[in-house]
């Protein structure tokens, strides 16, 4: 059983930067694929990026392509999202997730989900 706990959440203002971290516990972390997922209120939880465990190959929505990135240290268990030029549309609730396997886009594909936390950005 994976536990996943994300934190670097907050308030930014549009254009401004924040780097989110997963710590991830009760498993061999290198297994796992990675990603984030945000969900905005009424909306759907929507895939943001991922990262895959051994070759570390990186997919992100379009959305975010130029403006994030994700990266994993198998060292510490932890995954990070950076996120830079951040717009107001931006603003969800984020969440990491792991897999046992390949990455994958769709929600109900992960095994494993942390609390998720808030990040908001003001224009």
């Known amino acids: 059983q994976v536990q996943l706990v994300e934190s670097g959440g907050g308030l930014v203002q549009a254009g401004g930067s924040l780097r989110l971290s997963c710590a991830a516990s009760?498993?061999?972390?290198?297994?796992?694929?990675m990603a984030w997922f945000r969900q905005a209120p009424g909306r759907e939880r929507e895939f943001v990026a991922g990262?895959?465990?051994?070759?570390?190959?990186?997919y992100l929505s379009d959305s975010v392509k130029g403006r994030f990135t994700i990266s994993r240290d198998n060292a510490k268990n932890t995954v990070y999202l950076q996120m830079n030029s951040l717009k107001p549309e931006d603003t969800a609730v984020y969440y990491c997730?792991?897999?046992?396997?390949?990455?994958?886009?769709?929600?109900?594909?992960?095994?494993?989900w942390g609390q998720g936390t808030q990040v908001t950005v003001s224009s």
């Open positions: 997730t792991a897999v046992a396997g390949l990455v994958k886009r769709r929600p109900d594909e992960y095994e494993y």
């Open positions: 009760g498993g061999t972390f290198s297994s796992y694929s």
């Open positions: 990262i895959s465990r051994s070759l570390g190959i990186i």
